[in-house]
């Protein structure tokens, strides 16, 4: 018999607005859960969501609108818990159960 | 039956796709938008450089056309352009040696170490293999530490040196205070120029050559744009004469015209890169045979992450990509900035040496409310030197 | 920018008061027009003025306008926006159609002459919309939601053209004088795109936040792509390259002798297809695209071959610009202007066709408008 490894999963909500929701189901609010930690055995970090939103949520075909040269794309703005990713280390923040992450494109007129 | 002849000669076979310029050869490159041969585009290249030299001979020749010896310090980085300026140059000079005539110029040949760390092979045989192909010519090397202590600069203005340090120590705990590898790779782009622009002076120089073609003279526009220094572009990107500052402490020391003038000149300036990496492997013997690699030359800033970047890196990313489809806007900035006044004020900053804009830094302090304003006695700064050194 | 929610929705109000006051945009009892799209600039320029305008009893009489570009789909969902904004404001809301003033909606525009140039169209059309709008409603002060980004890359435009009288002027945060009918202001000239940003989502603003459906979805290799670019590695280069931009504008030669600017040495390389570099697309306000640098090339090399025949440069654009449809837009040969009014580096009269101050004999959009009612029973399907 064989025994399913028990992985502890972090429940995320992430948010996309200012048009990035197009890309994923036009839908805005995504609760998701992910391992603590990858492959490599580390803690999750943003990076690691970044990665896990293209490949598991979005639906659009258009990646470079999200991500290049792997990484954000510049004029996204990123708030991790309301506050601005810069202060928090950016991508290689570690996640935590709970958090909120906010994916916000300014690259809009108006 | 009529031979057709084709232009050039009469036996050999037709050419396929002649050279525009002397219809003799075949074309094997293409030099803006028209197919050359090899020989008119070196030619073309050797041609616009001299023309600039010419130009400059003539602003600096003495009264009633006598020719005292023009003597020109050239900065030389080890990279392509002023590689190739210096080969021009001793072309230039060669010519008119063969032909039994004095040499028209004196060459000072200074390369900046900026390593501060000691004794660097790699340079010492990157500079051997120059000395070799150019046995007429002197090579001096000046460490970095030597910008210490120079007049034209208003150290109060910098994060203090340590005075119980080395030189290297002292330099390198500096840059270390810059706020960010935008500030660091300004600050070492204007101390290797204050150096420069210092032995010049010290050595009566009448002008300083640098290497810049339009690509780096479009790269520099926006790199300073993007660092606030737009009120001097038309004083960094253009040929001409150049105030030069003296901060020296002591009154006695300084120099009886505190103004001192020196000429800046860029003789590659109407050329683009592409064309000057395409030159190097078309002389004989090709230049990419003594050109260095990069890491040779660049210690200053080793291998960066993708997020540390400087301006300039990125400026010169996107130029890169702009001059290869779009070769006619890299030279437009250029020209664009050429036509900007040079606006002279009494006061010249302590760091890059570029005129203050006193009524350009009230407005924006009126319009931002920025508050600004260093330590009690700390030097003047314009705007882009006060992001560079204060962030 | 750093502090969380309410804090940073007072700083940044507190900045965009400093900035009001300090250029004196507005005096008491004016009426300002708002330029409003329904996007995150001018929502959120409307949330501030409101507050601002009640906080520091600026006495302004604050009015919504908004411009229908008769793009089905598209406009009609960002003026649902509007409408609400103007609800939750509770401001006055006046919309004006591309139809009622120019007869032609853009979607009729796009049948006419299809993708491409079509945002030159939009860009004219709009910029002269606002104006006359807010001339309907007896308002000489249009206010838009340009921000600190919006100027540096117009900066960065000019200079990659080689227009040295447009980056002058757009750099200024008032456009327009006692002498002209309508005058404009950026009052979030020096703010951040990103602070936009943070403001509206910290306040809960909503926006319509879509790309024009007829724009080009071009971003690399532009200027804005650039000044993201730019931001990533100092983020202040934002602000920096606004403050060079307004610094070189100074140094920009003044040609009292020559009244036209196509003939002096301030004339442009290539010239853009707006009047005041901020325009373009509609929707896009003004951000470049790629297609504006290939134009920008074209005209750049066919310059440097008139040059070289020593043609009179401004002749040789012109039958090869009327060919062009593309973004870049050449100006007529000037005829007598009806009141020549000497403003800064060009001169500034009245329409012949409409009446519209333009500094042309025939204004752009009438000019425009000629050329599209020639073609119009040609539609193709």
């Known amino acids: 018999m064989v025994t399913a490894t028990e992985n502890a999963q972090l429940r995320v909500v992430v948010e996309f607005s200012g048009g990035l929701e197009m890309l994923f ?8 859960s992910i391992p603590t930690t990858d492959e490599n055995g580390k803690p999750v970090t943003v990076a690691y969501l ?35 990713w810069e202060l928090e280390g950016e991508e290689k923040y570690a996640i935590q159960n709970g958090d909120n992450i906010l994916f916000v494109s300014t690259l809009h007129g108006g | 039956m009529v031979t057709k002849i084709e232009a050039g000669s009469q036996d050999s076979q037709p050419l396929q796709r002649p050279c525009k310029k002397c219809n003799n050869q075949e074309a094997t490159l293409t030099s803006r938008t028209e197919p050359v041969c090899k020989d008119c585009f070196t030619q073309y290249i050797y041609l616009k450089c001299v023309r600039h030299i010419g130009l400059l001979g003539k602003e ?30 001793n072309s230039y000079v060669e010519a008119a040696l063969s032909k039994g005539r004095k040499s028209p110029l004196d060459l000072d040949i200074i390369v900046v170490d900026t390593s501060v760390s000691e004794q660097d092979e790699a340079l010492q045989a990157t500079l051997d293999a120059y000395r070799q192909r150019y046995p007429r010519l002197t090579f001096e090397v000046l460490p970095l530490t030597s910008v210490l202590g120079i007049s034209s600069i208003d150290w109060t203005a910098l994060p203090s040196l340590k005075q119980d340090q080395s030189p290297a120590q002292q330099l390198a705990d500096l840059f270390e205070r810059l706020p960010s590898t935008t500030s660091r790779a300004d600050i070492l782009r204007l101390f290797i120029r204050h150096i420069l622009i210092h032995t010049a002076l010290s050595r009566s120089c009448q002008a300083v050559l640098l290497g810049h073609s339009t690509t780096a003279l479009a790269e520099l526009t926006l790199a300073e744009t993007a660092k606030g220094r737009g009120f001097s572009l038309p004083w960094q990107i253009n040929d001409g004469v150049l105030p030069i500052e003296d901060f020296s402490p002591d009154p006695d020391n300084a120099p009886a015209d505190k103004k001192r003038t020196i000429r800046v000149h860029h003789p590659l300036r109407e050329l683009f890169r592409q064309e000057l990496v395409t030159y190097t492997t078309l002389t004989e013997p090709p230049l990419t045979d003594i050109i260095p690699a990069e890491d040779v030359v660049n210690k200053a800033s080793p291998v960066v992450s993708h997020r540390d970047l400087s301006i300039e890196e990125v400026v010169l990313r996107y130029f890169a990509d702009v001059e290869v489809n779009y070769p006619s806007i890299v030279a437009n900035v250029v020209k664009t900035t050429a036509k900007l006044d040079r606006l002279d004020a009494e006061e010249r900053c302590g760091v890059c040496g570029m005129t203050l804009d006193e009524l350009g830094d009230e407005r924006w302090k009126g319009e931002i409310g920025d508050s600004g304003g260093g330590e009690e006695g700390a030097g003047s700064l314009c705007y882009g030197c006060e992001r560079s050194v204060r962030g | 920018m750093h502090t969380p929610g309410r804090c940073f929705i007072s700083i940044f109000e507190d900045e965009v008061h400093h900035t009001i006051s300090s250029s004196k945009l507005f005096f008491p009892g004016e009426k300002v027009a708002i330029g409003a799209s329904g996007g995150k600039d001018s929502t959120v320029l409307a949330s501030v003025l409101k507050t601002l305008n009640e906080r520091h009893n ?18 009609d969902d960002s003026l649902e926006t509007v409408k609400w904004n103007a609800i939750q404001y509770e401001m006055p809301l006046k919309v004006v159609g591309y139809d009622e ?55 960065l435009m000019n200079l990659l053209r080689g227009d040295l009288a447009r980056l002058s002027r757009s750099t200024s945060i008032v456009t327009g004088d006692a002498t002209s009918d309508v005058k404009r202001s950026k009052p979030l000239k020096y703010s951040y795109e990103k602070e936009i940003v943070l403001y509206a989502y910290h306040k809960k603003l909503d926006y319509f936040s879509t790309e024009c459906i007829y724009s080009p979805e071009a971003f690399r290799g532009s200027a804005r792509s650039l000044i993201k670019n730019l931001e990533r590695v100092r983020p202040t280069a934002i602000l920096d390259i606004v403050r060079s931009g307004e610094d070189m504008a100074r140094l920009v030669p003044v040609n009292t002798a020559k009244s036209c600017a196509c003939k002096g040495d301030v004339a442009p390389a290539v010239v853009a297809a707006e009047e005041d570099g901020l325009g373009g697309c509609g929707s896009s306000n003004g951000r470049s695209s790629g297609n504006e640098m290939a134009a920008m ?29 593309e973004n870049v837009k050449t100006l007529p040969i000037r005829g007598v202007s009806a009141n020549p009014k000497i403003l800064g580096k060009q001169t500034l009269g009245n329409c012949e066709r409409c009446g519209y101050m333009s500094s042309q004999a025939i204004c752009q959009a009438c000019m425009l408008l000629e050329g599209l009612n020639k073609n119009r029973p040609q539609i193709q399907i």
């Open chain 2, 60 to 89: 600096t020749q003495g009264p009633y056309g006598s020719q005292p010896t023009r003597r020109y310090l050239l900065g030389l980085s080890l990279g392509t352009s002023s590689t190739i300026l210096l080969h021009i140059l």
């Open chain 3, 58 to 75: 600026y006495g302004l009489d604050l009015v919504l306008l908004s411009i229908d570009e008769g793009i089905k789909g598209y406009r």
């Open chain 3, 297 to 325: 090339e074209k005209q750049l090399r066919q310059n440097e071959a008139a040059e070289g025949l020593e043609v009179d440069v401004s002749k040789q654009m012109l039958p090869q610009a009327q060919r062009d449809k």
């Open chain 3, 101 to 155: 003033l120019y007869g032609w909606t853009m979607d009729q525009v796009v049948e006419t002459i299809g993708k491409k140039g079509n945002c030159t169209y939009c860009g004219v059309f709009r910029r002269q919309a606002l104006d006359r709008g807010a001339k309907m409603l007896g308002i000489k002060h249009v206010v838009t939601g340009h921000n600190a980004d919006d100027v540096a890359e117009t900066i």
């Open chain 1, 50 to 84: 970044i990665e896990y939103l293209c490949k598991n949520v979005m639906k659009d075909s258009r990646k470079e609108l999200f991500v290049l040269d792997s990484q954000i794309r510049p004029g996204i703005l990123v708030l991790i818990n309301d506050a601005d």
């Open chain 1, 25 to 32: 189901s036009d839908q805005k609010r995504h609760v998701i």
